[in-house]
């Protein structure tokens, strides 16, 4: 058990729909990182918070968005869902923006399958 | 920009025997991080083993080493005595100074006969 928490851990809906994925970091990490792996993709990343704000941004669509709040649990939003929305969505953590590349391993949750129908 | 190429896209391997999972990246930074990530069937990521530019010393974890050829821009993953439960997707990563996402290869799927 990484620490961190996904869900829902499975989710079907329709093209043109919008869903909500949640994710709670481990304990005491700032960090949070939205991650998308699909079959053609891999894992591509999608964007990072520290401790509320955006701090980098990857190949994110314009129709995703998400945040992180006070409490530093984040929420990624898909809208306008289309059939290669369909991925694995994972979750993960860190501890914070320590300066050196060994910033410590990201902690990953299980991950939110959606499937798009 | 961060590159991770992982070459070999499945392998299969006799129980017991020593696999080695190739990654080369590609980066203009000097300072940067080297991780290798497992993914099961459930699919979950499992961390196992880190190795920073500097590190003079290939790292090791357990059945994990680390085989850190830093001319080459290679950092394959050497696992000793294959188990079944070795059977997973490995992933290669890199972060580099500054930065704090992970940029993933591939992958490669490793399969573990009896």
């Known amino acids: 058990d990484s620490g961190v928490t996904q869900t829902p851990k499975h989710l079907i809906t329709a093209t043109g729909q919008r869903v909500t994925l949640r994710c709670s970091p481990r304990s005491g990490d700032l960090s949070v990182y939205w991650y998308q792996q699909s079959l053609d993709q891999g894992l591509q990343f999608l964007i990072q918070?520290?401790?509320?704000?955006?701090?980098a941004k990857g190949n994110i669509l314009e129709r995703f968005s998400a945040q992180q709040f006070p409490d530093l649990h984040s929420e990624l939003n898909l809208s306008s869902l289309e059939l290669g929305d369909s991925a694995l969505y994972f979750c993960?953590?860190?501890?914070?923006?320590?300066?050196?590349?060994?910033?410590?391993?990201?902690?990953f949750g299980e991950g939110s399958r959606l499937t798009v129908l | 920009a961060q590159k991770i190429t992982q070459t070999q896209p499945g392998m299969f391997v006799q129980e017991k025997e020593a696999v080695t999972l190739d990654c080369t990246y590609d980066t203009s930074d000097q300072s940067y991080g080297l991780f290798w990530y497992k993914q099961p069937s459930s699919g979950e990521m499992i961390f196992l083993i880190y190795?920073?530019?500097?590190?003079?010393q290939n790292a090791t974890e357990g059945r994990y080493s680390l085989n850190f050829q830093k001319a080459r821009k290679s950092a394959n993953l050497v696992i000793s005595a294959s188990q079944l439960g070795d059977s997973a997707m490995y992933f290669c990563a890199m972060r580099v100074q500054g930065a704090q996402k992970l940029v993933f290869g591939q992958g490669t799927r490793l399969t573990i006969n009896p």
């Open positions: 190795q920073g530019s500097y590190d003079e």
């Open positions: 918070y520290y401790n509320g704000e955006e701090r």
């Open positions: 993960a953590s860190s501890l914070g923006l320590a300066g050196g590349p060994w910033a410590g391993e990201l902690f």
